[in-house]
C-alpha cells in the first residue's frame, strides 16, 4: 500500500521560513516525479513545485519561485519543500504527490498525501 505522509507544517509569521517533509512507502520511490500543491478550501488545488526522480529537474510556480526550494533524498524516500520568505497569501494545506512524470499539472500525479496545514500570520 502506497502512502505518503507530509510533515512539518505549522503557525508561522510572515517572513518566516518552514520545512516540509513528504516521506514515501510501498512504492519504487526513485522511479517516482514528486511534486507539492496548495489548497485553500473552496478554491482549486495549485501547483507549487515539483522534482523529477533524479532530483536534476525542477520546477516552480511563479508565486514561489526564489522563495521555495524543492528537493529530495532517494535513500529516504522523502521529499522536502523549503518555504522562505512566507507570504500570508502561501497559507493552504500543502500535499505531496507521486506522478510518472515531472508535471504541474495535478491530474498526472497516481498518488496523494493527506496534507499538512501551513498558516502564515501577517
Known amino acids: 500500500q502506497v502512502q505518503l505522509v507530509e510533515s512539518g507544517g505549522g503557525l508561522v509569521q510572515a517572513g518566516g521560513s518552514l520545512r516540509l517533509s513528504c516521506a514515501a512507502s510501498?512504492?519504487?520511490?526513485?522511479?517516482?516525479?514528486m511534486g507539492w500543491f496548495r489548497q485553500v478550501s473552496g478554491q482549486e488545488r495549485e501547483f507549487v513545485a515539483a522534482?523529477?526522480?533524479?532530483?536534476?529537474?525542477?520546477n516552480y510556480a511563479n508565486s514561489v519561485k526564489n522563495r521555495f526550494t524543492i528537493s529530495r533524498d532517494n535513500a529516504k524516500n522523502t521529499v522536502y519543500l523549503q518555504m522562505n520568505s512566507l507570504k500570508p497569501e502561501d497559507t493552504a494545506v500543502y500535499s505531496c504527490?507521486?506522478?510518472?512524470?515531472?508535471?504541474?499539472?495535478?491530474?498526472?500525479?497516481?498518488?496523494w498525501g493527506q496534507g499538512t496545514q501551513v498558516t502564515v500570520s501577517s
Open positions: 504527490a507521486a506522478g510518472n512524470i515531472l508535471s504541474n499539472n495535478d491530474g498526472t500525479y497516481r498518488y
Open positions: 522534482i523529477s526522480w533524479s532530483g536534476i529537474s525542477t
Open positions: 510501498g512504492l519504487t520511490f526513485n522511479s517516482y516525479a
